[in-house]
């Protein structure tokens, strides 16, 4: 039997979703710790600017924060995650994403 984190990663890997862009899957991949994406977000940071960009990595510019967050939560209801794994997925989230729009 699966675990909810191993559910969790099969419910959002690439392969579910035929237009999940490439950049798409390595936001995904660098939340969840995984390395499914080619190229991956070296090193696997995502950081979402005080004026509410979202950059990721060394210096890869993501887009703005209101599209990332836009995107996540149409891919999180397209899994059709439990509760548990919404639970996981946002301790992932708060883990690999720091946001500095916050005081």
């Not at 392969?15 to 390595?26: Q, Y």
């Not at 936001?27 to 710790?33: C, F, M, Q, W």
């Not at 994406?37 to 950059?55: L, N, R």
């Not at 439990?82 to 992932?92: A, D, G, V």
Request: hydrophobic share 45%; aromatic share 10%.
């Amino acid at each position: 039997m699966k675990t909810h984190m191993e559910s969790l990663k099969a419910k959002l890997h690439p392969s579910r979703f035929t237009h999940m862009s490439p950049k798409m899957a390595a936001l995904v991949a660098a939340i969840l710790g995984e390395d499914w994406a080619t190229p991956a977000i070296d090193p696997p940071e995502i950081h979402i600017t005080s004026d509410g960009f979202v950059t990721a990595g060394a210096s890869d510019f993501v887009g703005t924060a209101r599209d990332f967050f836009r995107n996540f939560k149409a891919l999180l209801k397209a899994a059709g995650l439990t509760e548990e794994e919404l639970s996981l997925w946002r301790e992932c989230f708060a883990k690999h994403v720091t946001d500095w729009r916050r005081p």
